[in-house]
């Protein structure tokens, strides 16, 4: 028995893929304060309850080193070639806006859904 997903199922998961874009995007740039190259990063947002796969990963980081807000370079370790990523200096004061920006937002909405507003 084929078991296909509701439509209360289908629509949760397209909100909830669309809910997590934008945090993931604020979760990469605030881990890549400090250096790391994918795999670490990966491991790093995953300890902190964030979990990326790869297929979202290495595009996202592409993106934002093209807008300038990550910068990276290849290095040789363990005898094999990989490509560190850090945040820019722009990129450090796009995110100090984003952080600002997502704790008014986020405790906005916190308020509504608490009932307080």
């Keep these: 028995m084929t078991h296909s997903m509701s439509t209360e199922d289908a629509l949760f998961e397209s909100l909830r893929l669309e809910l997590r874009r934008g945090s993931l995007i604020l979760a990469v740039l605030g881990q890549l304060r400090g250096e790391h190259y994918g795999y670490t990063l990966r491991k790093a947002l995953g300890e902190a309850g964030v979990e990326i796969d790869e297929g979202a ?13 990550l910068t990276s370079e290849w290095r040789e370790e363990e005898k094999r070639n990989k490509r560190f990523y850090r945040l820019s200096g722009e990129g450090r004061a796009v995110l100090d806006r984003l952080v600002a920006e997502w704790r008014g937002l986020n405790a906005a909405v916190d308020s509504i859904l608490t009932g307080d507003a």
Excluded at 60 to 68: D, F, W
């Design 57 to 69: 990963l290495y595009p996202m980081l592409r993106r934002l080193e093209a807008q300038g807000l």
